[in-house]
Every structure is written in structure tokens, then in C-alpha cells.
């Protein structure tokens, strides 16, 4: 592992060249034009048509230890677009929204680890939400834990690109333990994923036994944050038992989508089982 000494002095070129971005020549002639025209190196090498915003943005998440992902990668969907372009007006919005939860959740009280992502309807954007908030805690460095509790339609394997044979149906179904369900990441080494697993018959049983809870006291030692994805609230009432199982939720609605009747329904539900209504998200895509 290098140190941060060694981060320090790695310069640009050197990041590029040990990522096969560039080669040494290419190094040389970039050096070169930025010593005539007295511009950055980026600059410089963009100019040259040798590197693009992109690459740039790549050097400096290496630089700052940000995780980050090429856009030729396959490991994640597109969706996920935080992990892509984590510089981008939707990141920058990403991150604003991971600060209002760290001041109003996740920073008041050492118990405070577990927040549900809940909607009226399907199409709202829960997972896609809960997919790309759990990403931007992680490039904060916040240890976090994804947990696909949508055991009716569940998205998350999809969106990271993950196996889905075993997962939270399993756990709870006591056919596989913690550490067979769990998948880290190695490209984003602060973020790991439950997924659904196989699709029981019984989602509602299952969420409600103990064994569900247990997981949710077990992540919220091993974690700094737990986010979970949810069903459709208006179709079904798990999203009722997960979110008042870790006390908290973030309402996702959809522009001309989400019925405002649906929304406040779906608010006064929580409220009445004791959850934190502790934000809401407004999904104009």
C-alpha cells in the first residue's frame, strides 16, 4: 500500500502513465507544450487531445483517494452514476443530500446507523436513489452497507453487477449466514451489499422475524451507515416493517409521477410506527 507521502508525489503524468492512459513520449510532449504555453498539465494534455475531462477527473480521485470508476467499466450499471461521474451537477446534488442526512441522522446518536429508502409507487427511483447514496458515503470514506430488503422486485444485483444466488432471503430464511451474503467491493472498498437473494413467497414473514432485526444490530457495530432498499408502499406494507425496523426512511417521490395523496398516506403510515421521516428526495430524471 503506498503511503501518503508517496500519494503526494505521484503527479499526474504518473497516474495517467501507470493507469495505460499515457505513455512516457506522450508524457514528454505534454511537459513540453506546458512549458511554451505556461498551462497546467491537464491543460495541457487536453489541449494536446491526449487526455480528456474524464481522465483528469480519474487522476484527481486517485490523488484524493475518491473511489472512482472509468466509464468503460462494467462492474456497475450506468445508473449507478455517482461511481462514474462523481464530479457531475448529479453527484454534487448527491453529495448535498448525504450532508443534510449526516446533520440530521447519522451524526446525532452512535445508534443512528439505519436509514430505509421508501416511495409510494414503482417507478419512483428507490433503488436507484439508495444505489447511488450508498456510493457517495463511500467515497466519503463512511463504511457502508447496502441491504436490497425488495424482496418482491429487487434491483440492486442488477445495478452493481452481483450474483444473486444467495442474499437477505436466505439470511433471514436461516439458509446462509452473514458472510455468505455479504459482497465487498474491491473497486469501492467502503461499500459492501446484501442483495435479495432468491424471492421467497413470503417477503412480509420473513422481514418480520427476528433474524431481520439481528442483521440491522449487527451492521449498525460494523458500519457507519446502512441504507435499505424497499418495495412499492402503496403495493405492500414492507416498506412499513423495514423503515420501523431501523427507526428512519427518506421519502423518494417522482416528478409527475408520485401522487401527492400517496406521498402524505405514505408519511402519516410511518410516522404512526414511530419512523423519522428524516427527508425527502424529489426524482425530476
Request: glycine content about 6%; hydrophobic content about 45%.
Amino acid at each position: 500500500m503506498q503511503s501518503t507521502t508517496e500519494k503526494r508525489q505521484q503527479t499526474i503524468g504518473d497516474i495517467l502513465m501507470a493507469a495505460g492512459k499515457l505513455t512516457a513520449s506522450q508524457v514528454a510532449q505534454i511537459v513540453e507544450y506546458q512549458k511554451i504555453h505556461s498551462v497546467s498539465f491537464g491543460a495541457a494534455a487536453k489541449a494536446l487531445q491526449l487526455a480528456t475531462d474524464e481522465d483528469i477527473d480519474f487522476v484527481l480521485a486517485k490523488q484524493y483517494d475518491y473511489n472512482f470508476v472509468s466509464s468503460r467499466s462494467s462492474v456497475v450499471s450506468a445508473e449507478v452514476v455517482v461511481a462514474f461521474k462523481p464530479f457531475s451537477p448529479f453527484g454534487e446534488n448527491m453529495r448535498a443530500l448525504r450532508s443534510q442526512l449526516m446533520l440530521r441522522w447519522f451524526n446525532q446518536d452512535g445508534m443512528r446507523k439505519v436509514l430505509a429508502i421508501v416511495s409510494p409507487s414503482k417507478g419512483d427511483g428507490r433503488s436507484f436513489m439508495a444505489a447511488n447514496l450508498a456510493v457517495v458515503f463511500a467515497q466519503q470514506g463512511q463504511k457502508t452497507l447496502l441491504i436490497d430488503a425488495n424482496l418482491r422486485s429487487p434491483r440492486q444485483a442488477d445495478l452493481f453487477r452481483l450474483p444473486n444466488k444467495l442474499g437477505l432471503a436466505n439470511l433471514l430464511a436461516e439458509r446462509a449466514d452473514f458472510e455468505q451474503v455479504i459482497h465487498r467491493n474491491t473497486l469501492m472498498p467502503s461499500l459492501d451489499v446484501i442483495t435479495s437473494g432468491n424471492l421467497p413467497p413470503n417477503p412480509q414473514e420473513l422481514l418480520g422475524r427476528p433474524q431481520f432485526g439481528q442483521l440491522l444490530q449487527k451492521a449498525s457495530q460494523d458500519y457507519d451507515v446502512v441504507l435499505i432498499d424497499t418495495p412499492a408502499a402503496t403495493d405492500y406494507s414492507d416498506a412499513d416493517i423495514i423503515a420501523a425496523r431501523g427507526n428512519a426512511a427518506l421519502l423518494v417521490a417522482r416528478k409527475d409521477m408520485t401522487s401527492l395523496t400517496n406521498i402524505k398516506q405514505l408519511i402519516e403510515r410511518l410516522k404512526f410506527s414511530g419512523v423519522a421521516v428524516v427527508g425527502s428526495v424529489f426524482n425530476d430524471g
